[in-house]
Every structure is written in structure tokens, then in C-alpha cells.
């Protein structure tokens, strides 16, 4: 049995991660725990059982101990990444690291190569490698069902309530405290389509704005608070009141408290984040973007992220020479069209577990490779800084205006970097 430690008992640490601890003790314990915030610590440690000794309030005070244990998992907020990421390769820990990376460039090219450089296994959490959808994906394109990929139409479909909870309310509203929209929501799709498209990205341009989700769009009799007497709460798809006064101990609910009280629900919205008017928060992070992609095997790439649809899904299309296949993770089948007429449509296998079984063949993936010794994953730090830089670059270009061509970003960042 392998045994963990755990930085960051988050929403994500503790339950879509450590949960697999729970579900299955004969693979992976957990034994120690770092999390400021006291409540969570607690509740973590007696989930796992941690004596009081193995629980620190801050990541230093854990990695300042002699090396605990061989796997280490490192869910803090994104700005929290770097410093206990590359402490923790220097102590020999096996690490598995919330994405984003790191929302500074070249803080994500300098941990994966820090990882190299020791030989040790960082493997960054890009659940969409893992889910059994993409996967099927990617062996069609492997067998070339439908040809040479010409080219690509990819959306991500945001769903503008899981917005206005993630990105507007929610941790990930501000660019300055976590990372912009492209790196935290859609690092996972620049990940997925360069792993698709099996290349390098060449060039990158990009568009997009915060239009919505603003004050000047507040309607009237809006209030601060949607528990200070607003006028319009009945009627607004956005009312926290609707989304998270209850008692149900699932998302977005528990994330408001850790236990599903209504009295301290309702404390939470009047003291919070998440009670607040979503028109007038600090959020400053896109809610429609486009990016556009070029690839040195000639495959172009049409990505769209937006807040403004009904459900939380991705759809594609993706062109061949043979015919093309579309897709909708949300209901889970892929249709491949050839240009013959023929239709095929597949409906790949879904395994238990949060973002359809990712989360747990994540756990899975990494409690093999910590066992077997070999410090390589589906998704290790150099192929995930890899993506993580195309998002960068399609930043750079959102806010410049420019195109950015990927050699000479990466050039630039080099130079910029502090690890010898």
C-alpha cells in the first residue's frame, strides 16, 4: 500500500482525489495533511484518520519535516503551486499537481524541467487525457478512421450557471489571485487538442472579453447581495438563494460550507463570495474567448470557450480527408460521417467517478506509476507545460492583439528563467 500526503484540502484535493483513498485503503493511505484552514484540516484528518501530529497548517511546515511518505498530492490554488512543487522534487516526493501548473509561464516550464532534471514523477491533473471518451477519440484518429485531420472545431461550452459559480462568485473569478480563463478552464482543452492532433503549435492567435457579467448589466433593484432584500432574486437565474441555500451535500452547495446546514449556508451567503450579486463582484476573467490555432503538420485548430450556453459540455468536429466525427462529451457518443455516406456512431464505456471516471483513473494512473518506478505519466509535467504554454500564448495574443508565433515565445521565456 502506498502511503500520501496531501497540500491543499480543497474541493479538489479532498474530495475528487483523496476520496479514491477512502473507496479503496488496500491501494493508498493518506497519512499527512496541509491545509490553512482549520476546518478543513480537521475534517480531512479525521476522514483519513491522520493523528495531530501529521497535520500542519501550512505546506512549509510539512516539507519542512524529513521526507513522510513516497506520493504526494498538491491541490492548492494555482498561485500556490510553485514553491511546494519544486520543493517537493528536490525531497525525492512523487507528486501529483492540480492543474493549472502555475499561472506565470515560465514557473510551469522551470517545474517540469526541475522534474527531468531529478528524474522524478510530476504528473499534472489533466482529466481529460484519462476519460475513457477521449480516449476512444484518440484511437479513431490514430487509425485514421477518417483520414489525414485537416482541421478542427472545438467548443467549450462553459454552462452559464457552473460560470457564474466558478468564474464569477467562485475561486477562479480573478486573473491576479488564480489565472485567466484560458490557462484555468481551458488549459485542459489546449492539453486535449494538442495531444489530438499529435504536433507541435506553431502559431497562436486570440479574442475575447469579459461582456456579462458586470455592473453596468445589474438590473434594477439588484443588491449587493442576493440575502440583502433584492428586488429581482425571485426571477434571476443567478440567485444564490436558488444555487446554494439548501442542504444537499453536493456540488455547488458544498462548497459554500463544509456541512450542509441551512443556518450556516445562509451565514455563508451573507459573509461570503458566493452570496454575492453576480453582476457586481471582482471578477475579472473572460467569459467568451476564441482562439485560433496553427500546427506544423498543417491541422488548424477553431476553438470557442464560452459562459453563455445551457449545458456543461464540449462539442467538436473534427475534419478528415476520409470524413469527419462529431462529438458531445455531455451525452457521450461520437459520431464518425464518411464521405461515402456511411454513418458509424460509438458510445464509449464510462467508468464511476467525478468528470465521468477521470478523477478516478487519474488515481489510478498514478498509484501505478509511483509502484512501478518508472516517473513517466499519461500526463507528466513536460507535456502538460507544453499545452500550458499554448494558453499562455493565446493570452498574450488575446490581450496584445498580435499573433504569437510559439518559437520565439518559448525562446523568450527562456531566457527569462531562473533554474540552471
Not at 100 to 110: H, I, K, N
Request: charge should be negative.
Amino acid at each position: 500500500m502506498i502511503q500520501a500526503a496531501l497540500i491543499g484540502a480543497g474541493a479538489r484535493g479532498m474530495h475528487a482525489y483523496a476520496s479514491y483513498a477512502l473507496k479503496n485503503p488496500h491501494e493508498i493511505k493518506f497519512i499527512a495533511v496541509a491545509e490553512e484552514n482549520r476546518e478543513r484540516r480537521e475534517k480531512f484528518a479525521k476522514d483519513h484518520g491522520i493523528p495531530a501530529e501529521m497535520q500542519f497548517s501550512s505546506w512549509e511546515d510539512l516539507l519542512d519535516q524529513p521526507k513522510l511518505c513516497e506520493a504526494l498530492l498538491i491541490c492548492t490554488q494555482d498561485r500556490m503551486h510553485y514553491e511546494p512543487t519544486m520543493k517537493a522534487i528536490r525531497k525525492g516526493y512523487k507528486i501529483l499537481l492540480e492543474k493549472p501548473m502555475s499561472p506565470v509561464p515560465v514557473e510551469s516550464l522551470e517545474m517540469a524541467e526541475e522534474a527531468e532534471k531529478y528524474g522524478s514523477l510530476l504528473s499534472v491533473c489533466h482529466g481529460m487525457r484519462y476519460s475513457t471518451y477521449y480516449r476512444a477519440l484518440k484511437r479513431l484518429l490514430e487509425e485514421e478512421t477518417i483520414g489525414r485531420v485537416t482541421s478542427i472545431q472545438w467548443n467549450e461550452n462553459v454552462g452559464v450557471l457552473h460560470h457564474s459559480h466558478s468564474f464569477v462568485r467562485g475561486n477562479w473569478r480573478n486573473s491576479k489571485e488564480s489565472s485567466p480563463m484560458i490557462l484555468q478552464k481551458s488549459c485542459h482543452d489546449m492539453d486535449m487538442i494538442q495531444w489530438l492532433v499529435g504536433a507541435d503549435c506553431v502559431k497562436v492567435s486570440s479574442f475575447g472579453s469579459l461582456t456579462y457579467f458586470k455592473e453596468e448589466n445589474a438590473p434594477e433593484g439588484s443588491t449587493a447581495r442576493c440575502t440583502d432584500g433584492c428586488k429581482v432574486e425571485r426571477e434571476c437565474p443567478f440567485s444564490a438563494i436558488k444555487m446554494y441555500l439548501n442542504e444537499k451535500d453536493e456540488w455547488p452547495a458544498n462548497v459554500v460550507t463544509l456541512e450542509p446546514k441551512y443556518e450556516k449556508r445562509l451565514k455563508a451567503l451573507q459573509e461570503g463570495p458566493y452570496g454575492r450579486c453576480v453582476y457586481r463582484c471582482d471578477n475579472d476573467v473572460v467569459d467568451h474567448q476564441v482562439v485560433n490555432l496553427l500546427f506544423d503538420n498543417e491541422v488548424t485548430v477553431a476553438f470557442t470557450m464560452s459562459a453563455f450556453t445551457n449545458e456543461i459540455s464540449r462539442t467538436f468536429k473534427i475534419m478528415g480527408t476520409k470524413g469527419e466525427i462529431r462529438g458531445n462529451h455531455y451525452i457521450n457518443d461520437i459520431e464518425i460521417k464518411y464521405f461515402s455516406g456511411r454513418v458509424e456512431k460509438v458510445y464509449p464505456e464510462k467508468v464511476e467517478g467525478g468528470h465521468d471516471g477521470a478523477d478516478t483513473l487519474i488515481m489510478e494512473d498514478f498509484i501505478k506509476q509511483v509502484r512501478s518506478n518508472v516517473n513517466k505519466s499519461h500526463s507528466s509535467g513536460i507535456v502538460s507545460a507544453k499545452s500550458h504554454l499554448i494558453a499562455f500564448a493565446a493570452e498574450e495574443s488575446r490581450i496584445t492583439g498580435k499573433t504569437i508565433d510559439m518559437e520565439e515565445y518559448v525562446t523568450e521565456l527562456r531566457k527569462s528563467s531562473s533554474v540552471v
